[in-house]
């Protein structure tokens, strides 16, 4: 089997479309969280707390000199990161809920036995005759 050959199979099965299909959507949905987090909730958040802005705190651990660079630990973004993970998580958990809520209404919904047919009807009076007969 050539190697282009293998590899169209490979891309057009349903597995690999459905992992791109899924990647796209996971960064699109993740841009859309990071600007909720950034844009709309740490704003308020950094009010709420004097106005601190997140993405700004850090300490200097050593200052630039001529010969090296500037070390900072930037503490503020890896809260923005943090909020941002909890925001995500918290969405994810909202989304895999509610599917499960309507996998559960499907499955509760009681399955109504089709009605028997004519042949099981009428042996079912015969094997009824039968037993009053013994």
């Known amino acids: ?3 282009l050959k293998e590899f ?3 891309a057009v099965k349903g597995n690999a ?6 990647v796209v ?3 699109a949905f993740g841009k859309i ?3 909720l987090v950034n844009d709309v909730i740490m704003p308020p958040v950094g009010v709420l707390i004097g106005g601190v802005d997140f993405s700004h705190l850090a300490i200097t651990l050593s200052e630039k000199t001529e010969t090296d660079p500037e070390v900072v630990l930037k503490y503020g973004a890896f809260l923005n990161t943090v909020i941002d993970f909890l925001i995500i998580a918290l ?6 809920k509610g ?10 919904e009681p399955e ?6 004519r042949e099981e009807q009428l042996l079912t009076e015969i094997r009824d005759a039968l037993v009053r007969r013994a």
């Open 112 to 117: 109504v036995p089709p009605a028997p047919t």
């Open 17 to 22: 479309i459905d992992l791109a299909v899924g």
């Open 25 to 27: 959507i996971g960064a």
């Open 8 to 10: 169209r199979e490979f």
């Open 1 to 3: 089997m050539s190697i």
């Open 33 to 35: 969280v990071t600007s």
């Open 91 to 96: 969405a994810i958990f909202a989304l895999v």
């Open 99 to 108: 599917i499960n809520t309507l996998r559960r209404e499907k499955a509760a």
